[in-house]
T-cell receptor, first 117, second 114 residues
Framework: GAGVSQSPRYKVTKRGQDVALRCDPI?????LYWYRQALGQGPEFLTY????????KSGLPNDRFSAERPEGSISTLTIQRTEQRDSAMYRC???????????????FGAGSRLTVL | GEDVEQSLFLSVREGDSSVINCTYT??????LYWYKQEPGAGLQLLTY?????DMKQDQRLTVLLNKKDKHLSLRIADTQTGDSAIYFC??????????????FGAGTRLAVHP
């Protein structure tokens, strides 16, 4: 597609429920990142995919958070047994290449705002 | 450690220049970035600078890098109301696995008033 698409844009859920957030990156983009942005803060790295391989998941806060990108395109971030502290904007970004020494130009989606009651 | 710091708020008069400052910690950062976030929108890349450069100019935007002090600034000339947004500075963390990731500051909210 023309840009990075995320769905749903808004999700309100009750504490203890599971949620799945979807990211559809720009077609052909190799790298995919998930970030979390709390109100008044900058984006915080969660995880990185190189095609379908989850190369870095060091930013996932705990084992309730998981992500997958099974076919190297669409990615899903899943949060199990949600807690109020999970409320944030979840942002997906993609880039054309595997960023090594060159500039890493990320294109961000509009985000999925999660509210846990 | 990895930490990017920015002042949280800046208010300027329309037509004046704005200067947004940022300090970072990773001296091995290869590229440093400025992103802009408008309400309801994703982060938009404004510009970036390679770490061996001191300055980069792009129309109304000027980026200055002081690598010794790990200080980055973004100057917007002739600031307009449409420039009102949150501006994020980001440094690059490079990993031996052949990838890198961006570490963002908390953002500077720029308010432009008449």
């Amino acid at each position: 597609g023309a840009g990075v698409s995320q769905s749903p844009r808004y999700k309100v859920t009750k504490r203890g429920q599971d949620v799945a957030l979807r990211c559809d990156p720009i077609s052909g983009h190799v790298s995919l990142y998930w970030y979390r942005q709390a109100l008044g803060q900058g984006p915080e790295f969660l995880t990185y995919f190189n095609y379908e391989a989850q190369q870095d998941k060091s930013g996932l806060p705990n084992d309730r958070f998981s992500a997958e990108r099974p076919e190297g395109s669409i990615s899903t971030l899943t949060i199990q047994r949600t807690e109020q502290r999970d409320s944030a904007m979840y942002r997906c970004a993609s880039s054309l290449d595997v960023p090594s020494s060159g500039a890493n130009v990320l294109t961000f989606g509009a985000g999925s705002r999660l509210t846990v009651l | 450690g990895e930490d990017v710091e920015q002042s949280l708020f800046l208010s300027v008069r329309e037509g004046d220049s704005s200067v947004i400052n940022c300090t970072y910690t990773d001296s091995s950062s290869t590229y440093l970035y400025w992103y802009k976030q408008e309400p309801g929108a994703g982060l938009q890349l404004l510009t970036y600078i390679f770490s061996n450069m001191d300055m980069k100019q792009d129309q109304r935007l000027t980026v200055l890098l002081n690598k010794k002090d790990k200080h980055l600034s973004l100057r917007i000339a002739d600031t307009q109301t449409g420039d009102s947004a949150i501006y994020f500075c980001a440094e690059t963390l490079v990993f031996s696995g052949g990838y890198n990731k961006l570490i963002f500051g908390a953002g500077t909210r720029l308010a432009v008033h008449p």
